[in-house]
């Protein structure tokens, strides 16, 4: 029986996100910096509505207690190219429990059987030992480091690429 649910963010989760977001601040920090208010809400969702990217909300199953957010963005479906990038955070109220670990496994099931990828790609923070541990455990492999490669919190990061192939899933 799944402890998480996901499903596709709409906008009546604007509240539920911008109050979990502002609660789980130093939770986050300094690897992801979420929207906190309407104005980003509303900048994030309107980036759902191109079609190259999807956003699932996860939510325990046995209280409705929001999770986190998972997403795959820069989705590419040709017949030789077929990718996207994993991106998600949790919340601070439900985690240390294996919540996300089982969110992020079901929207990785989900891009390969329901959107159709071959391979979907995260790329980490090196010294974000939770995020990583939780790729190894649904089996992704490092595949290579890329320096300052993507701007959080205003400055340019390191980041570790972590892949897993549909053909490889769990």
Do not use: C
């Amino acid at each position: 029986m799944p402890r998480v649910i996901l499903r596709r963010a709409v906008r009546a989760d604007a509240d539920t996100l911008i109050r979990a977001n502002r609660e789980s601040r130093a939770h986050h920090h300094p690897w992801v910096v979420p929207f906190t208010d309407q104005t980003g809400f509303d900048t994030w969702f309107e980036r759902l509505e191109t079609g190259t990217k999807v956003a699932l909300v996860a939510r325990e199953a046995a209280t409705n207690a929001l999770v986190g957010v998972v997403s795959l963005s820069e989705i590419v479906m040709t017949p030789s190219f077929q990718s996207a990038y994993l991106g998600y955070w949790g919340m601070a109220a439900t985690a240390g429990r294996g919540l996300m670990t089982e969110a992020v496994g079901l929207a990785v099931r989900h891009a390969f059987e329901v959107v159709g990828l071959h391979r979907v790609e995260a790329n980490i923070q090196p010294g974000n030992h939770r995020s990583i541990a939780l790729v190894k455990r649904l089996g992704f492999r490092l595949e290579g480091f890329s320096p300052r490669y993507l701007k959080v919190d205003g400055d340019w990061r390191d980041h570790e690429r972590w892949a897993l192939l549909a053909d490889e899933a769990r």
